[in-house]
């Protein structure tokens, strides 16, 4: 049974993605804060292949003995997620200082941080998948999301030059842009502004945390194999 971790999925995306891959016969290392309710009984359906470490990525100094504790007590690691992150927004020229560091932190430093330590394991076992969740705000724009776009532009741009180095590993690096998702993180969002953007899409809908899923799952699978460096959008044509 291949080895994914999956951070941020107590709930959300990644809880999605949980569900999904323990389908579809992966373990899991699921990574968050918190454990939510829904969480806790998929753990209890699946308790011989999800497990879960708490941990905050606020903390980017102990993501090394994170990854140490992980590959000790679990072994070889296939698939790394990169799906954790705060959705901050806020006008640039009030935004307090200190939302701006932990938006940098937790949705860039965080992941890139966790990837160095997971992808060395993957160096040696010369094999592994690394998705990195970013947004389609990363090249649309959106007001208000000025640093939270800088932070998913970022992952994208690290996704192109990492799949570089670690290509001839046989180590495929791919990043997702899902579009507007209804989760804990778009919450405010409701109304008017939510029909307008389901209007404006070419399927007159949403894409859904189900969705991007799916794609996770086939970007780890087998036949994805030759895919690397790509940035699969999946927002029911938003941004065609
Ligand atoms: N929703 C959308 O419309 C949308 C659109 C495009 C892209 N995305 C991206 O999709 C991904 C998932 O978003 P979502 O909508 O599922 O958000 P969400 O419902 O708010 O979930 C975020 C997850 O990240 C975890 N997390 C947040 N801060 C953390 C920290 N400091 N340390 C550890 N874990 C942390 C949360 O768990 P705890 O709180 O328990 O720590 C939670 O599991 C994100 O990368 C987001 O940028 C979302």
Redesign the pocket.
């Known amino acids: 049974m291949n080895l994914v971790i999956v951070?941020?999925?107590?709930?959300?995306?990644?809880?999605?993605i949980c569900k999904n891959l323990l389908k579809n016969n992966y373990k899991i290392i699921a990574?968050?804060?918190?454990?939510?309710k829904q969480?806790i009984e998929l753990m209890e359906k699946y308790n011989e292949q999800l497990f879960f470490k708490e941990?905050?990525?606020?903390?980017i100094e102990n993501i090394k003995h994170l990854v140490k504790d992980i590959k000790k007590e679990f072994g070889t690691i296939y698939g790394l997620i990169?799906?954790?992150?705060?959705?901050f927004d806020g006008v640039l020229g009030t935004m307090h200082e200190s939302d701006i560091s932990?938006l940098i932190?937790?949705?860039t430093e965080?992941p890139i941080i966790l990837t160095k330590y997971i992808s060395r394991a993957m160096l040696v076992k010369q094999k592994g998948r690394i998705i990195n969740?970013?947004?389609?705000?990363a090249s649309t724009g959106f007001n208000g999301l000025s640093v939270?776009a800088a932070?998913?532009a970022a992952?994208s741009g690290f996704t192109k030059s990492l799949c570089r180095e670690l290509g001839k590993a046989n180590i495929t690096v791919n990043t997702?842009?899902?579009?507007?998702?209804?989760?804990?993180?778009?919450s405010s969002?409701q109304g008017d502004k939510l029909e307008t953007i389901k209007r404006r899409s070419p399927l007159g809908d949403?894409?859904q945390?189900e969705d991007?899923a799916s794609m996770v799952n086939y970007i780890l699978s087998p036949d994805a194999k030759n895919i690397t460096g790509a940035n699969f959008t999946i927002?029911a044509g938003s941004t065609a």
Not at 31 to 36: A, L, N, Q, V, Y
């Open positions: 951070t941020g999925a107590s709930k959300g995306l990644g809880l999605s990574i968050s804060r918190t454990k939510s969480f941990y905050d990525f606020n903390d990169n799906n954790a992150a705060v959705g932990q932190r937790v949705n965080a969740i970013s947004s389609i705000i939270y932070t998913k992952l997702i842009s899902p579009g507007y998702m209804s989760t804990d993180m778009t969002l949403l894409a945390v991007v927002d």
